[in-house]
């Protein structure tokens, strides 16, 4: 293809607005064109991005047995509602109305769809198992649409949908995805990661995410150097201390510390370490009748160290907390407790409270906590002597570099990712709710076993610029480059002798199967040099009258420091094994 009838659109500066690098850079190489707030125009130059990164998806769950269809965007709301997710979902759920004032929805996923599918057509244990993908268009109402395509309201996503007639049967096909799911993403030449995950608003009790790793990810990836450990930050188990509570050493004491709110602020002032400090967060519950109404609150105080962070998903997994969770309000921290935020301890609490412990706090002693009162903290209190052992011992908290691996093999590492893939075993959770059955050998009827695997497409081209980038653009791996090789002919308008051989190889390396682009422009070297260096393209062929005249072109990959000069004759050959390499 030639530059001239293909379309370039460069720019030298990006938009104010774009915040994050693969943002700044897919508007500066004209891959997207911003719409309305987290809707963009993919341009013929980041289309063809998209379509190799869904080529290779396709072409792997093709592999793997999957079966590629199409379900709408648009989808009625009775199936949403016969799964009770379509007042679940909340606002990021685009709810619409037809002209006869039927409710419908834009879709974000299409698990009732694709159900919905299932029961009417696998009706028999010999038509299973099966599995349905499509590439198609989401849509989900972010509150706060940023970081480009990265987080957009519209965007491009691979969902796959498989039935099972059992659970062992299920299993293999998670497997089966996982495993596909690993070609895939070696295949686009990205570092990344598959890692034990939460199932979240999906459902189901088996999670993978797959993490593209970029230092400006905003998800954290926690693993084990020295092994195969992998979780992120949501499921990374924190083990309990491997030593036993040491014995109180110190009487409990009231310390004045006025004005000091904080663990770090009472741990300064008391000149101890944070780690001796006990962090009190208060939570609510809210009991609820058939009509929505709040009828009951229970109050609860979890605990954890003073340099740890309360893990918010372990949390809505304690027992009383899986209808909901929040944070209680100071009017119920003051009913209480009888002081106000900042202050908060487990000791002598006015009123009755459910009391949580991380297994870090409840191997502590002689530990600081607010003393319930204003401007005072109690040091050296202990559990069993100066309040009584928590009702509960719980892993609540984010684990930390230096923790030891759960699986026993070492000590945990984090670094930052970018979710671009999740497989998860759903389990009967849809089908049940859709009456999905099927009939056995024995003709009784059984819920099909159901897993579901997303990749997002959009997000992956995102992802993949925001791990390669340099300060002169986009560094893009030859399977996802809008095209594999550039030819930059200088006085290309001008030069009988360079237009010939620029032809000339263009075709020859096309001929070949390699996605090649002939820039014809006419345009100064330096403006052309530029331009695909920012755009990403892997390997750049530069062809002069002087080098011609020498017998040579020069050949510079994307992430070389200096151009190599290749005899015309090798050309194509080099050109060849170096995409291969």
């Not at 592999?63 to 379900?71: K, Y």
């Not at 009967?428 to 009939?439: Q, R």
């Not at 006419?522 to 990403?536: K, Q, T």
Request: proline fraction near 6%; glycine fraction near 8%; charge should be negative.
């Amino acid at each position: 293809m030639k530059a001239s009838q293909f379309f370039v659109s460069t720019l030298k500066e990006a938009p104010a607005d774009a915040e994050v690098v693969s943002h700044r850079l897919m508007m500066r190489a004209g891959m997207i064109k911003r719409l309305g707030a987290g809707i963009y125009n993919y341009m013929p130059m980041g289309l063809r991005v998209i379509r190799k990164v869904e080529a290779i998806v396709r072409e792997e769950m093709n592999r793997a047995g999957a079966v590629e269809l199409l379900m709408p965007v648009v989808q009625p709301a009775e199936l949403w509602q016969e799964t009770g997710r379509f007042d679940k979902m909340g606002p990021e759920l685009m709810r619409v109305k037809d002209r006869h004032e039927r409710d419908f929805i834009i879709q974000p996923t299409s698990e009732e769809v694709v159900t919905d599918i299932a029961r009417q057509e696998l009706r028999s244990y010999r038509a299973l198992p099966k599995n349905f993908y499509h590439i198609q268009t989401k849509f989900r109402d972010e509150r706060r649409p940023r970081f480009g395509v990265m987080r957009g309201r519209e965007f491009t996503m691979k969902d796959a949908y498989s039935f099972d007639r059992d659970r062992d049967g299920a299993a293999r096909s998670y497997q089966a995805m996982f495993e596909a799911y690993k070609r895939i993403f070696d295949r686009f030449g990205l570092q990344y990661r598959a890692v034990a995950a939460d199932t979240g608003a999906i459902g189901g009790d088996l999670s993978h995410e797959f993490q593209v790793i970029a230092e400006t990810g905003e998800d954290a990836i926690v693993y084990c150097p020295t092994s195969d450990y992998a979780a992120n930050i949501e499921l990374a188990e924190a083990l309990a201390p491997a030593e036993p509570r040491a014995a109180a050493t110190q009487p409990m004491v009231l310390a004045p510390t006025p004005g000091r709110s904080t663990c770090a602020d009472v741990a300064e002032l008391l000149g101890l370490p944070l780690q001796r400090t006990v962090k009190s967060l208060v939570l609510a519950t809210d009991e609820r009748n058939d009509a929505g109404d709040i009828v009951g609150t229970t109050v609860w105080l979890l605990l954890v160290r003073g340099d740890h962070e309360l893990n918010e998903v372990k949390a809505g997994k304690l027992p009383g907390f899986a209808a909901g969770w929040r944070f209680a309000t100071v009017a119920e921290i003051e009913e209480h407790f009888g002081c106000k935020p900042g202050y908060l301890g487990p000791v002598a609490m006015p009123k009755p409270v459910q009391v949580i412990a991380d297994r870090s706090v409840a191997a502590m002693s002689d530990f600081v906590c607010g003393a319930n009162q204003p401007d005072a903290h109690l040091t050296g209190v202990n559990w069993g002597r100066d309040l009584p052992e928590p009702a509960l011992v719980a892993d609540i908290r984010n684990v930390l570099p230096g923790d030891p691996s759960p699986d026993g093999a070492g000590v945990l590492a984090i670094q930052r990712g970018i979710e671009v893939g999740h497989v998860f075993y759903l389990g009967t959770k849809y089908s049940a709710a859709m009456n999905a059955s099927f009939l056995d050998e024995n003709g009784k009827p059984r819920l099909m076993e159901m897993g579901c695997y997303g990749i997002g497409v959009t997000r992956v081209v995102a992802a993949a610029i925001e791990q390669n980038h340099d300060e002169r653009g986009i560094v893009w791996p030859v399977a996802i480059a809008p095209f594999a090789v550039v030819l930059c002919p200088i006085g290309y308008d001008r030069s009988e002798a360079v237009r010939r051989e620029a032809d000339r190889l263009h075709d020859a390396l096309a001929a070949r199967g390699i996605d090649v682009l002939l820039d014809d422009r006419g345009e100064r070297p330096g403006v052309m040099f530029a331009d695909w260096e920012l755009i990403g393209v892997p390997l750049r062929i530069v062809l002069s009258d002087r080098g011609l005249k020498e017998g040579q072109l020069e050949l510079q990959g994307r992430r070389d420091a200096e151009a190599t000069r290749v005899p015309l004759d090798e050309v194509e050959a080099t050109v060849q094994a170096r995409l291969a390499s």
